[in-house]
């Protein structure tokens, strides 16, 4: 088995936040003898915070062979061959034996859409949710915002060594995002503007917004525009991968831009060119931006 994929796991595992928010998430909706479905089940960790809250039934289903067989040791081991049935396949062609309740899923990318978890939700529930039924999460939100480090990150490319100048480097730069995980806050040069707005439902498709404006609120350096997403799970039920919070398995995407001095009044430009092809979406690195800065009169 490919040990990224347990380290994955693992990961996952270890943000407490993350398993916290679905816990009351799941705690609010489920009801007690509901049959609830779980897409991309992983460990089974959702299936089992279901179960913890009344589920009578819960569908695990999981595209990965390895990792379903891996979830099929966790059920085996924890005596639930009668409340948890596997199904190994692709969830959006999955046909489940009878209509669930709820269907809960956790596959947010880092950036929010590019795992695409808004179209995948919304093809198992047109087949398989019951009317009235639930979707954990019920919205999935992208922002972008255009930022300063505080000295981190792709900030670092000043003088690192006082009196010497690494500020070439930045002609390198494609415009591909970078992960990070903040340290300390960023100066937001401009408010947080929504990329992408996606209630879940049985109707649901993702249609980020291409192009976008964002007004510069304060002067600064602008070296980098940051997009990170917040999840609704449930009513009043955030979870979110800024800000980053200990644990927190999710880095923020960060595209790094030529260090420019702003002012407020100028307005960025950034057109998101989201990849076409097959499976190219899921791929981060594939996700450009072109960006543009127009001067205050
Ligand atoms: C981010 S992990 C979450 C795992 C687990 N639910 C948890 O919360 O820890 C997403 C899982 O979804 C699975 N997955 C991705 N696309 C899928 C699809 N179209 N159908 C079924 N499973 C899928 C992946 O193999 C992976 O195990």
Redesign the pocket.
């Known amino acids: 088995m490919d040990q990224r994929l347990l380290l994955m796991?693992q990961v996952?595992?270890a943000d407490r936040p993350r398993l916290d928010a679905?816990d009351r998430a799941l705690a609010s909706v489920v009801t007690a003898g509901d049959v609830v479905a779980?897409?991309?089940?992983?460990?089974l960790?959702?299936s089992m915070l279901a179960l913890k809250h009344g589920a009578e039934h819960v569908y695990a289903?999981?595209?990965?062979p390895a990792?379903a067989a891996v979830a099929e040791r966790i059920v085996a081991d924890n005596g639930l061959r009668d409340r948890v049935t596997l199904v190994q396949?692709?969830?959006?062609t999955a046909k489940l034996p009878q209509p669930v309740d709820v269907i809960v899923?956790?596959?947010m990318g880092n950036l929010g859409p590019e795992?695409q978890m808004v179209e995948?939700l919304g093809s198992v529930a047109r087949r398989n949710l019951r009317p009235g039924g639930a979707i954990v999460p019920r919205r999935l939100t992208t922002h972008l915002a255009a930022i300063q480090f505080d000295e981190e990150g792709w900030g670092m490319w000043g003088d690192v060594v006082p009196g010497y100048r690494f500020d070439s480097v930045q002609e390198f730069v494609e415009p591909q995002p970078q992960l990070h995980f903040f340290q300390r806050e960023p100066r937001f040069l401009t408010e947080p503007v929504l990329l992408s707005d996606d209630p879940i439902t049985p109707a649901s498709t993702s249609r980020p917004h291409r192009e976008m404006r964002l007004p510069v609120r304060r002067d600064g350096c602008l070296q980098a525009v940051m997009g990170y997403f917040t999840a609704e799970l449930a009513e009043g039920e955030p979870l979110s991968n800024y800000p980053s919070y200990p644990g927190c398995n999710w880095a923020v995407w960060v595209w790094p831009l030529r260090h420019t001095a702003v002012a407020a009044g100028d307005e960025i430009r950034v057109t998101v060119d989201v990849p076409r092809g097959r499976g190219q979406v899921r791929d981060a690195t594939a996700w450009r931006l072109d960006c543009g800065i127009v001067r205050r009169p």
């Open positions: 796991h996952m595992l679905y779980d897409v991309g089940a992983g460990t960790v959702l289903i999981e595209a990965d990792m396949g692709d969830a959006r899923s956790e596959m795992e995948i």
